[in-house]
Every structure is written in structure tokens, then in C-alpha cells.
């Protein structure tokens, strides 16, 4: 492909190469977040977490798509999400400590079920899928209040099996409710690989029993996954209905930190699925772009690498939730004598 | 798959007697002798007369809760089944499932069942146990496309598939879950264009028709049987009666019940008959006049069986009761 068509690409969607710059930025920072997690886990710092690595592009394209206003239904692997969506490192981190200042879920949840009223984002859900009831539910709240707001709900391959999936789709596809329902397969629910989760070629498929339009996008190329979610969220607005975007990914991790790959999956397909590299991708978008110079890489780097520093030292220098508090920031009222009601 | 004399005038036998024996069924109910709901099947008779003809003696059936005409079109007698509808322990349940849960295993029927669409689940379960055991049986599901907006649904048909599971998925698509139009629940209203979600074939007939209802199922039971994993049907059909006895069926016009009972499918048969010259119209009435005779006993013995006795409470309950539990205490 030539740079002009390279060019278009973005432009034709109305992207400067400011926008294209601060995509790089983003996937850097959440790599960088995603590999210090990581570690920490290692060291014993922070507790299980999915990483989201090889879904960058993926996630970083569809959030930097939406608007202050429209509402993020997500699942616990989106830490590219939150952090597109404006979450600072800082608050993050003190999350993933656990600690009292976390605005998520001031230390009470497992790390990466995030959740702000702020930024529009139902807190996350451990069982897979059940998020799709709750986006559902938060679209049809928009149109209800009568505001334009869209709902978009991220899931992964393994939740459309689940019934939650089809509820949801359908009632989404009956009521024209403006959703957009993104899934991110990146082949592996787990230990179950595609082949073994559905007898369809791909997912998108599945929209047309719900009679839903379905968009089918490379999920390493974050410039294709972001005009995909600016149509759909289009549609929504504009009272269309639902879309289902699938972005095919690549998985590079394992499923958590709790889980070790080695044991259903070949070295030689991680490290060819590695080859896949949503960052290397769009680093050569870029140069054909001419958008990129060495300094770009570097810069980008130090800068993500810094903001991660910080927020560790930031979130080890805060103090853990005082154990007299732990009914606090469970309920939004709390009921101090749960014999009150009784009568 | 031809469908000879002899076969017609049985299937026109059985689509009579699933009749009168709910006309019955409904009296019985209105003297207050049949407790809970009763959903009668009366005007859909063809679907399950027509797709159960398909199958073999091995094959298995599980249904919803509308399951009198599939228990009477598989054989089970018909004298057990009303004193199950009254709750009597000469019941095929014991008199402890009545209508809904209409069941007998040694006729591979596995039941009708009370939760809507759950019963798709325990289907493709039935299915997958047929295929590990290596049997060679098919699964007949019958469900309502109410349920199909359902998870169940979903997360069946996708495992049946996946696996590819001797199932024949039986929609009876009467238009109306309870009171809701298939159009107000459903995006897509078709349900057998539903099953390319799946990568299952599907196709959507006349479910008034009992030729094409039994064309169809002989075909989707040869394919299941094959080996070739799942298939459904979508056979478009009508209630004649409300969704249960207390049904005030504000959500349709009484012209529009008029026009689908113009298509009555036991009248289309009984014509069918006539203009093929294999029975005249004396012998239409032979048929009627001697279920009629059946029905009469039918209801005698289901009214005059007793109740079960409370000391078989337990019974019937778990296949092995942990009777030791009676005397640890």
C-alpha cells in the first residue's frame, strides 16, 4: 500500500497525525502498565489481573471513538480501555495496591474490575458475560432519559456463548437500543480455543440471527478499529440499533496471571501469534505516514515509563483502607443496624 | 418418507384423540378437578402428530409445557396421562407432574417441562449422552418460539453444533409467546433464520399441514441420524384456545382466530381423505364416534383413580432416595 492510501486512512476519518501520535501514546502506556503489573504480580505486590497485551490497538482504537458522554460496559481485561478513556496511571496503580485512595472500588476488588461514575464505566463484572446485561440495560436508560448517549460493551470470544450474550443481543436488536457491542476475540476463552467455542467462521455471524448489523475488523490495526466504532456508535446515535464489531486479536499472555499457557498452548504458536504485534503495526502505519521519526519511539517510552514510575511509588507510599471501613464504598446506602428492617 | 393410506388415516386417528381428549381435559378443568394451568394444544395437533411419526421406537422427546398431543402421539395411554392431568396416582407421573410435567422414559419420553426454554439444555444433554454411549438415537426438542430469545436456547444450539449432537430442534411457532407477538420479542421473527448463527440448517413450513410437517421431520431425522450434527425446524402454527384456561386474549382479534381455524388441521386432513377417496365422510365420523367411546373411558378411569396416598410423598422424587436419612435422625 502506498503512503498516500496510508494517509487517507486516517484522514478519511478525520484524524490528525496528533490523534495518530497520542493512539502510539496510549498503546505505549498501556503495554508499559500491562508489563509493570506483571511484574509486581511476580513480586508478590498485586494480586491476580488479566493482561491485555496484543489487545492494544483493539481497545485504545474503540475507546478513543467515543464520547465524554456515552457509557463503557467492560469486562476485567481492559486496562488499554480505562487508561483511553482518561483514567490516570496513578489512579490504576492504587487500585492494583489496593489501596484507599483507589477511586475504582477504594480497594476492594480484585485488580481491573474498574468502575467510575466520572468516565461513564459500569464497574466490571467477574462472571463472563454478564456484562452484556448491564450495557443493555444503561443504553436503554439513555434512550428512556431521552439523552444521546451510547453504550459500548466489550467482551471477549468466550461470552458469546454464554446466555447472557443472546439475551442481550436480542433485546438490544428489538428495541433498537444505541449499543455497540465490541468484542475482542483473541482466540482463547482461557484454555478453550475458537474451534472449540463455536461452529460459526466468525462470530459476526451470530448478528445476523438477531438481525444486528455485524462489522468484522483486524484488531491489531488500531486506525481500522477505530473508524469501525465511530460508524457503529453513528448508528446508535442516529436510533439505528445495535452493531457487533468483532476485532480479531491476538492473545500474548497467558489467560491471568493465575493461568500458565504452557500447558494448552505451543511455544511456536505464542511466539508466531507474537509476530502479531498491534504496536510493530502501527509503528509501520506511521513511517508510511510519515508521521514517525526515531524520537517518537523513544520519547514515547520514556515518558510511559516515567508516568508508571510515579504511579507505583504514588500507590506504594498510600495507605491500605483502615479495616474498620470495610463496609464503607460497598453500598451506596448503608443500613447500621441490619435489624432494623426486619419488621 | 411416502406417506401411505393406512399412515394418513392413523395420524388423522391421533390429531382426533389429542382433540377430544382436551376438550375433556378442559371440562375437567372447569369442574375444578384439574388443578394449576392447562395448555391445550388444540390447532397445533399436526406439528407433533406429523414430526413424532418420524422417529424411531429408540429415539427420545423432550418437550415443553403444551406436551398433551406429543405424549398422546408417542403412545403413552392415554387413561394414565388424564389421571395425571387430575393428579391421580394412576398418573404417568404419579400424579405429581400433572399437565406440564407429562413423562414415561420406557417410551423415550423424557417429558414436558415447566421452565420455559431450560428444557433445550437437558435436550442437547440427552443427545450428548446418546452420542458418547454410541446409541443410535435422535433427540426430537420441541420448544415455542417464545423461547428462543432465551439463553438456553442460544447456548444449546451452539453446543449442539459444535459437537454436532443428534438433535432436531422442533419450533412450534405459534406467533404468540403467552401474550406477546413473536414480532415484539424478536428482531429477527423467523427462527429457523436464526440457526445460521449456529451453522445448523434450518427450514420454516406449514406446521398446519400434516404431510409437510411429516416430510420435513423424516428428512431432518435422516440428516440428525447421519451423523451430521443438529437441524430445526420451524413449523408455523396457531393456538386456537388462549395461552392457559385464564386466558382473557386481549392481544388478538377474534377475526384473526376465525381465519386460522379455517385451516383447521384435523379439517384439512379430513378433506384431504375425502378427495383422495380413502375415507368418506361416514367414515370421518366412524373415527370420531369411536374416540369419542375412548375419551369417555379415558375420563372414567382418570375420575375415578384415587389421589396418591401422603406416604408416597417422597416417591418419585430423587431416582435413589436416601431412605437411611428416616431413621438418622
Not at chain 2, 390447532?43 to 418437550?63: F, K
Request: glycine share 10%.
Amino acid at each position: 500500500m502506498s503512503a498516500e492510501n496510508h494517509i487517507s486512512r486516517h484522514e478519511a476519518l478525520g484524524l490528525h497525525g496528533e490523534d495518530v501520535h497520542e493512539l502510539y501514546y496510549q498503546m505505549v502506556l498501556t503495554r508499559t502498565v500491562d508489563d509493570r503489573l506483571w511484574n509486581l504480580n511476580r513480586q508478590g505486590k498485586v494480586l491476580a489481573f488479566a493482561s491485555c497485551l496484543g489487545q492494544e490497538a483493539a481497545q485504545v482504537g474503540s475507546a478513543y471513538a467515543l464520547a465524554p458522554d456515552d457509557w463503557l460496559a467492560i469486562s476485567y481485561r481492559e486496562h488499554g480501555v480505562v487508561i483511553a478513556r482518561g483514567m490516570s496511571v496513578r489512579d490504576i496503580f492504587a487500585y492494583a495496591y489496593h489501596r484507599d485512595n483507589d477511586p475504582n472500588t477504594r480497594g476492594r476488588q480484585i485488580p481491573g474490575h474498574y468502575g467510575s461514575q466520572k468516565l461513564h464505566i459500569l464497574t466490571a463484572s467477574s462472571p463472563v458475560g454478564t456484562q452484556l446485561a448491564h450495557g443493555v440495560g444503561s443504553a436503554w436508560a439513555s434512550v428512556y432519559e431521552g439523552k444521546r448517549e451510547a453504550t459500548i460493551i466489550y467482551f471477549g470470544d468466550g461470552a458469546t456463548s454464554t446466555g447472557d450474550f443472546h439475551a442481550a443481543a436480542n433485546f438490544a436488536a428489538v428495541h433498537k437500543l444505541p449499543v455497540v457491542f465490541l468484542c475482542q476475540n483473541n482466540e482463547w476463552a482461557i484454555s478453550v480455543p475458537n474451534t472449540l467455542q463455536y461452529a460459526v467462521k466468525h462470530l459476526t455471524e451470530r448478528a445476523a440471527g438477531y438481525g444486528m448489523m455485524g462489522t468484522l475488523v483486524d484488531g491489531l490495526d488500531v486506525i481500522e478499529v477505530f473508524g469501525a466504532t465511530r460508524a457503529a456508535l453513528a448508528r446508535a446515535y442516529s436510533g439505528e440499533g445495535p452493531t457487533f464489531v468483532e476485532a480479531k486479536c491476538k492473545r500474548l499472555r497467558s489467560h491471568t496471571t493465575e493461568d500458565d499457557d504452557r500447558r494448552y498452548r505451543r511455544r511456536e504458536d505464542v511466539e508466531a501469534d507474537r509476530a502479531h504485534d498491534p504496536l510493530a503495526n502501527l509503528e509501520a502505519y506511521m513511517k508510511a505516514a510519515s508521521l514517525w521519526d526515531e524520537g517518537v519511539a523513544r520519547q514515547a517510552g520514556e515518558k510511559a515509563a516515567a508516568e508508571v514510575e510515579d504511579a507505583t511509588q504514588y500507590a506504594e507510599a498510600s495507605p491500605l483502607p483502615k479495616p474498620s471501613e470495610t463496609l464503607t464504598h460497598i453500598f451506596a446506602e448503608v443500613k447500621t443496624d441490619a435489624h432494623q428492617n426486619d419488621d | 418418507m411416502d406417506l401411505n393410506q393406512d399412515r394418513l388415516v392413523s395420524m388423522y386417528r391421533q390429531m382426533v384423540l389429542i382433540r377430544r381428549f382436551e376438550e375433556r381435559a378442559a371440562d375437567f378443568y372447569r369442574e375444578g378437578k384439574i388443578g394449576g394451568f392447562l395448555h391445550l394444544y388444540i390447532g397445533e395437533e399436526a406439528v407433533g402428530v406429523g414430526a413424532i411419526a418420524a422417529l424411531e421406537p429408540q429415539d427420545y422427546i423432550v418437550t415443553h409445557y403444551r406436551d398433551h398431543g406429543h405424549a398422546l402421539a408417542r403412545g403413552l395411554d392415554p387413561k394414565r396421562l388424564m389421571a395425571e392431568l387430575l393428579g391421580r396416582a394412576t398418573g404417568v407421573s404419579g400424579g405429581k407432574g400433572g399437565s406440564m410435567h407429562l413423562a414415561d422414559v420406557s417410551k423415550g419420553f423424557w417429558g414436558g417441562y415447566g421452565i420455559v426454554g431450560g428444557h433445550i439444555a437437558l435436550a442437547v444433554g440427552l443427545a450428548l449422552s446418546a452420542q458418547y454411549l454410541d446409541e443410535n438415537r435422535v433427540v426430537l426438542c420441541i420448544f415455542g418460539e417464545g423461547s428462543t430469545n432465551i439463553g438456553y436456547f442460544h447456548e444449546a444450539l451452539n453446543l449442539a453444533s459444535l459437537w454436532k449432537l443428534p438433535v432436531v430442534f422442533l419450533c412450534e411457532n405459534n406467533l404468540y409467546g403467552m401474550g406477546t407477538a413473536v414480532e415484539r420479542a424478536s428482531a429477527v421473527p423467523s427462527v429457523a433464520a436464526k440457526a445460521c448463527a449456529y451453522n445448523i440448517p434450518a427450514t420454516r413450513i406449514d406446521g398446519m399441514n400434516i404431510s409437510t410437517v411429516y416430510e420435513a421431520a423424516a428428512l431432518a431425522v435422516a440428516h440428525v441420524r447421519s451423523g451430521q450434527g443438529p437441524y430445526l425446524i420451524e413449523a408455523m402454527c396457531y393456538r386456537f384456545p388462549g395461552h392457559s384456561m385464564g386466558d382473557p386474549e386481549r392481544y388478538r382479534s377474534k377475526d384473526e382466530v376465525d381465519r386460522y381455524r379455517e385451516q383447521d388441521p384435523i379439517l384439512m386432513l379430513g378433506k384431504q381423505l375425502e378427495s383422495q377417496g380413502i375415507l368418506d365422510e361416514g367414515g370421518l365420523e366412524q373415527i370420531d364416534h369411536d374416540v369419542s367411546k375412548v375419551i369417555e373411558a379415558v375420563a372414567v378411569f382418570a375420575d375415578q383413580s384415587h389421589a396418591p396416598a401422603p406416604e408416597a410423598l417422597h416417591e418419585h422424587v430423587y431416582a435413589h432416595p436416601l431412605n437411611h436419612r428416616e431413621g438418622a435422625a
